[in-house]
């Protein structure tokens, strides 16, 4: 996976109303993806990922006895998207819900905190979704909390799971990240906000 060079100082490049945040075509040096499953906390989930012809293909099985969650997350990052509204992917999926997980310099009680929108695909085809920042609610260890918001200006991480309480086999392939501008979203899908705790 590769993140594009402007993407790793963006604060200072607003040369568009969409900015490259991660691609899965080019050879250049990138941050990497690791995976986090329910293990971590006794579960049975397993999920797994590889790149292949410009895509990177997420898969595995959730099993909701013990946690349900299988994941992805990048290596570190220096995100400054204050410029722009949110998130954009470019996914096919399989038709469950997924979740986009943010991270920042914010703590709760001392600890690192993340942000997660939820969002829908559809069986086999490829939809754009949209995520505004507006759209992601801070969690510790899937506990929402009442706060703080999420400062796009500190963005640290991040990654995409899978948290629906269903058991069964799932896979996702995304092919872009994007930030997006407020006038520059199209959504074919839209994101939706995790109101209480998985």
Known sequence: MTFLAPALDASGSDTGPRLALADFTTDRAALDWFVVNDNVMGGRSDGSFAIEQGELRFAGRTNTDGGGFSSIRTTPVQLDLSKYAGIQLRVSGDGRRYTWR?????????????????????????????????????????????????????????????????????????????AYSAHSSQPELTAHSRRSSP
């Open 102 to 178: 943010l991270t920042t310099a914010a703590r709760w009680r001392g600890r690192e905190i993340s942000y997660w929108a939820d969002f829908d695909t559809r069986d086999n085809a490829w939809s754009t979704v949209d995520i505004p920042f507006s759209s992601f609610i801070p969690q510790y260890r899937g506990r929402q909390l009442d706060g703080p918001e999420l400062d796009p200006g500190q963005i640290t991480g991040m990654g995409l799971m899978i948290y629906d309480k269903r058991d069964g086999p799932f896979e996702i392939r995304l092919a872009s990240v994007h």
